[in-house]
């Protein structure tokens, strides 16, 4: 039989084991390539507008050249429309190549990835759940590396340091019996939690607290839970100071709860797998765009949307050359802002618009977190094009499914397997085959719907 430790006896052997690498450099505690390129960063925040733009220019030339000498889709866009990349001098003529959507990932990765993939040493994204639909594409290490510093420096937005000690709440499932990780070397706790009940949001506390977490990284959906949980329970977390949430709209709301009942101040990000868009919160509340990562645009249909309306977005990611993403039509609503921002940075001010999402079903005892373990699920080449989790009160789900032709009985059985399981009964789930999933009135798209009334504001 295995021994099972308790907790705080684990938490103290791990600290003190952590003590042999007191000594080690950041280079080889945080990677070298990216240590390197969030000191870029923490430079570039502060340069003009003019230095911005010939940077994006530049690395958008070089992009541009290697798509088209090195991608079978890219190549026939050009040819299509009679043009080369070196007749791109301008943003205007950039703006002259159609949008990348979401179906010619799909349908055309081949297409689309470099022939030379291979010497940018690729990394696999894969996307599913928080879309509805999955993707699957690469991107190439450099602009892994690019996203890693991003964050890095989000986080310093915030006034997180490397030094500073974050808890990150990871939806996933444990990668051994243990619900916990603490890493002393990086300063993190990660938690581990699917399912979420008074047991597990006891046992995060507690654990938080012994670290002395003073930042949190976390899904919006889990920071509302937590923050019913501590209202009810009249507890304070007396170290933490910040919360980082990525993913849609935070509310006003959002905001206020945090500072009230948890004490902190929220920092919003935005941001998708594919790493076609990319911004975050500063000090001063302003979501200023990575100009150094992404290149973002906002536009109608009548093209340029200006500033201060609402538009659709469109990215390019600005480093990945294993699978160029060049104008990708994100799905996503927003604006760019007029006026920039007090902190002096010269990064580009926008806004994301969406109503409050939800990425958990709630159930007698608690909440799961679905999102992430069905997007594992339906990645696995089934054929789901589409899925959405409608809850209409707490004792049932409908699962609507939108069935792709490879779509077989195994493919339900394993879905709503792993809902029975994450559910753990507690509620009857009712598959649904519909030809398509409505989106909101504002073209999002609801993974998890609900009917429930604290949900959110069915924009
Ligand atoms: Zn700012």
Not at 19 to 36: C, D, T, V
Not at 303 to 323: M, R, W
Request: proline content about 2%; overall charge positive.
């Amino acid at each position: 039989m295995a021994l099972v430790l308790p907790d705080s006896l684990i938490y103290s052997l791990k600290r003190l084991s952590a003590l042999r690498f007191a000594g080690i450099s950041p280079a080889s505690r945080w990677g070298a390539a990216q240590l390197k390129k969030y000191q870029f960063l923490l430079e570039s925040q502060w340069w003009s507008k003019d230095q911005l733009q010939s940077y994006q220019w530049q690395l958008l030339r070089n992009l541009l050249n290697h798509a088209y000498n090195n991608t079978e889709f890219y190549r026939k866009r050009f040819d299509s429309l009679g043009a080369h990349p070196s007749d791109v001098k301008s943003l205007d003529d950039f703006r002259k190549l159609p949008y990348v959507t979401k179906d010619d990932v799909r349908n055309s990765l081949t297409a689309m990835q470099a022939r030379n993939c291979d010497q940018f040493q690729p990394v696999e994204i894969r996307t599913g759940g928080s879309t509805g639909a999955p993707l699957h594409m690469f991107k190439s290490r450099n602009a892994e590396h690019m996203r890693v510093a991003v964050s890095w420096r989000t986080l310093k937005f915030g006034g997180v340091d490397f030094d500073t000690r974050k808890v990150m709440i990871n939806h996933s499932d444990s990668p051994a019996h243990r619900q916990w990780h603490v890493d002393f070397l990086r300063q993190l706790l990660l938690f581990y939690t699917a399912q979420t009940n008074d047991r597990t949001m006891s046992m995060l506390l507690k654990l938080s607290g012994k670290f002395k977490a003073e930042s949190m990284i976390a899904s919006i959906g889990f920071v509302r839970v937590l923050g019913d949980f501590a209202e009810r329970e009249k507890i304070r977390l007396r170290h933490l100071k910040t919360i980082f949430v990525i993913g849609e709209a935070v509310s006003q709301q959002d905001r206020l709860m945090v500072e009230q009942r948890l004490g902190c101040r929220l920092f919003d990000a935005y941001g998708m797998r594919e790493n076609a868009v990319s911004a975050s919160e500063c000090e001063y509340g302003s979501m200023h765009i990575n100009s150094e990562f992404t290149l973002m645009e906002f536009e109608n249909s009548g093209g340029v949307a200006p500033a201060g309306q609402s538009a659709k977005i469109i990215g390019t990611n600005l480093h990945n050359f294993a699978v160029p993403l060049i104008r990708y039509n994100t799905e996503d609503l927003g604006q760019l802002c007029k006026d920039g921002c007090s902190c002096g940075r010269n990064l580009p001010v926008m806004k994301i618009e969406g109503g409050r999402s939800r990425d958990f079903i709630k159930t007698k005892s608690g909440y799961v977190f679905v999102t992430w373990h069905l997007a594992q699920l339906i990645d696995k080449n089934m054929g789901v094009a589409k899925m959405q989790l409608h809850q209409t009160d707490t004792s049932r789900v409908i699962v609507r499914i939108v069935k792709r032709e490879s779509f077989t009985d195994a493919d339900e059985s394993a879905i709503m397997a792993r809902l029975r399981d994450l559910t753990r009964g507690e509620v009857d789930l009712q598959v649904q085959y519909v030809d398509d999933i409505p989106r909101t009135r504002l073209g999002k798209f609801r993974f998890v719907k609900s009917d429930l009334a604290e949900s959110q504001s069915d924009d």
